[in-house]
């Protein structure tokens, strides 16, 4: 049974601000990062596969193993945890989806106003000038057709700076937002884990939805214990009983 003051917050909502994070793309079949023995950092050592340095080093080794993330996704479909993010955003007045994940669910599920702030697994950049490109998949590795240096797959690794626009779309949503919901996330990389704070901090009603309580679940008003693609139904059926 969901907090009634959830709901109720949810109602009188102007601006609601969701976090999500690779819990929410669990139940899709995607692996998240840091869950025991199924995490994709139980099995590779992210220094190894998503820093600059470690590109660098293999660049191959890299395209196979976001290659590999690319083919999961291609296979996996929006969950209803993603589904009701999309219909929570029909039935408030603003909603804005800042998603750490790369892997599209959001948009796919058809949430509009998603911010992407580690990037996208589908978008392909050149690794000198880090402008968007469009690549000849087949090769091993992918050249720029511009200026022929290294392609990287579109996304922010450990060690480099979030978009700017990315990072100032969110904290303006987290410090304008009345409620905010952080949704299958960790919670322990910043900046993304910095925005519950700024939301707190203006007095938005905070939430987290995670089977298990994150090290920031003492800060929100609710921790709901659960998985996305139960809870978030269940608020919105919660919801939309009483919202035009
Ligand atoms: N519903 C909700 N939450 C879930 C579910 C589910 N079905 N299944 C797992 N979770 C929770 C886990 O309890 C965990 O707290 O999702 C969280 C996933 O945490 P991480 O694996 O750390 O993923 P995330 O928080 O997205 O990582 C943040 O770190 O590795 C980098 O760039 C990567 O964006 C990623 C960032």
Redesign the pocket.
């Known amino acids: 049974m969901l907090p009634e003051a959830l709901i109720q917050a949810l109602r009188e909502a102007r601006h609601v601000c969701v976090l999500t994070?690779?819990?929410?793309s669990?139940?899709s079949g995607i692996p998240?990062?840091?869950?025991a023995q199924t995490?994709l950092?139980e099995k590779h050592d992210?220094m190894d596969l998503a820093t600059p340095e470690a590109f660098l080093r293999d660049p191959a080794l890299v395209w196979r193993w976001y290659r590999w993330r690319r083919s999961l996704v291609a296979g996996a479909t929006p969950n209803p945890?993603h589904r009701a993010l999309a219909q929570l955003e029909e039935l408030v007045p603003q909603l804005t989806l800042v998603t750490?994940?790369v892997d599209g669910l959001h948009v796919r599920a058809g949430s509009r106003n998603v911010i992407e702030f580690?990037g996208n697994l589908f978008v392909t950049r050149c690794f000198v000038e880090g402008c968007v490109i469009e690549v000849d998949d087949e090769a091993e590795v992918p050249s720029c057709p511009a200026c022929g240096g290294h392609a990287r797959p579109g996304v922010v690794w450990f060690g480099e700076a979030i978009p700017e626009q990315a990072l100032e779309r969110s904290f303006a949503a987290a410090q304008d937002c009345d409620v905010f919901l952080s949704?299958?996330?960790?919670s322990?990389?910043y900046p993304?884990a910095g925005l519950a704070e700024l939301a707190k901090r203006q007095r938005a009603v905070v939430a987290e939805?995670?089977?298990?309580p994150?090290g920031l679940a003492d800060r929100f008003d609710f921790a709901i214990p659960g998985?996305?693609?139960a809870v978030l139904p269940e608020l919105l059926a919660g919801l939309s009983g009483d919202r035009r």
């Open positions: 994070g690779a819990g929410i669990a139940e998240t990062f840091r869950e995490g950092w992210p945890g750490q994940n580690h949704i299958g996330t960790s322990l990389v993304a939805i995670n089977p298990g994150t998985k996305a693609g």
